[in-house]
């Protein structure tokens, strides 16, 4: 008997410059994960090698493209724009029309070139406001990061910034009354830094620091090759890295010299201009994820140059009845917020 389509699993795809990560969500609780790397050649990677990633990615877990109830993928960028607005007091079916009009204050290029949904965060009947929570992209943009989908023969169903969907997997199953959320997600070339907590502004920022630039401080620092430094880096950051990591050495210590110089700037700049916004959390609490958030260790450092709490973010946590290999999987946090987003 064929089987029907509520029984396919959905699929949660992050495309990153580094590698793919897959996450298919069967229901009745049940994910399987997979991440399969991308060539580095220093260059973007072409539609048709992601698309056969992605491919070789599901055939890992036992499935094809056709064999999928739905896709939700992932998008980032400079063109991606997430913005918390403010719009008079309307009715729901309002919204839309009106945020097509005002969203032209917002947004730096034409309305009509962009791809615009909204979230409704909060209704103020007695300031006659509404709290919108906006998210653009450019046709352009969305249509060159769909394309690998395209070429195997599916679209995607839902199309999430990278953000939102970090949010998702980070508040999913928290009490979203009392609890601020605050996330560092690392990727390969760049990371992204999100607030959420009810009341307050939606805060994201996109930072130009992120793996590589932990690779280019070892070697640097140490005066190896790139390759051999990235070599180090994924070892030390794997299950079993086979040596004792020790931050005295000068590998690790070039790690902190960069942690010190390059990120934790750059998170007080941004923690700095949100206070013109609204509030922040008190305490503060950082969580962290992605790749290079494997890296033994690299939480509580962080931590003591921030001088608040680091934890790290692992999504796999989450999932009792996951497919999976041992050891964490904090470089699945996006995959795991698309896949959330089943429809």
Not at 119 to 132: A, G, N, T, V, Y
Not at 158 to 170: F, G, H, K, M, Q
Request: proline share 7%; aromatic share 6%; glycine share 10%.
């Amino acid at each position: 008997m064929r089987a029907g389509i509520r029984s396919r699993p959905w699929a949660g795809i992050d495309v990153g410059s580094f590698s793919v990560k897959l996450l298919l969500a069967h229901g009745a609780g049940r994910f399987s994960i997979v991440e399969q790397p991308l060539p580095q050649n220093g260059e973007s990677t072409p539609p048709d090698v992601v698309a056969r990633a992605i491919g070789d990615a599901l055939g890992r877990l036992g499935t094809t493209p056709r064999g999928l109830r739905g896709v939700s993928m992932g998008i980032s960028g400079p063109d991606v724009i997430i913005k918390q607005i403010q719009l008079p007091l309307l009715e729901d079916d309002e919204i839309g029309p009106a945020l097509r009009f005002e969203a032209r204050k917002h947004l730096p290029f034409d309305p009509q070139s962009m791809i615009i949904d909204f979230q409704l965060l909060s209704r103020s009947p007695s300031q006659k406001r509404l709290d919108i929570l906006l998210a653009a992209v450019s046709r352009e943009h969305a249509e060159k990061q769909c394309e690998p989908l395209k070429l195997l023969g599916v679209e995607a169903d839902i199309l999430d910034a990278a953000p939102l969907a970090l949010t998702n997997a980070l508040t999913q199953g928290a009490d979203l009354q009392r609890d601020a959320f605050l996330l560092l997600d690392i990727g390969h070339r760049t990371s992204h830094v999100m607030l959420f907590q009810r009341g307050e502004p939606y805060f994201t920022r996109r930072l130009e620091f992120g793996g590589r630039t932990l690779t280019e401080a070892i070697a640097r620092d140490t005066q190896v090759p790139f390759a051999e430094a990235e070599e180090w880096k994924l070892a030390a950051g794997s299950d079993e890295p086979g040596f004792r990591v020790d931050w005295s050495s000068r590998e690790m210590q070039a790690i902190q010299n960069c942690l010190r110089r390059d990120l934790v700037e750059e998170l007080r700049r941004s923690f700095a201009f949100y206070r013109t916004l609204g509030q922040l959390p008190d305490p503060m609490r950082l969580w962290i994820s992605g790749g290079s958030a494997r890296l033994p260790g690299l939480s509580s450092h962080l931590g003591e140059l921030l001088g608040y709490p680091v934890l790290l973010f692992d999504p796999l946590e989450k999932l009792p009845n996951s497919d999976q290999a041992n050891g964490p999987g904090p470089q699945f946090a996006q995959a795991y917020g698309l896949a959330l987003r089943t429809a």
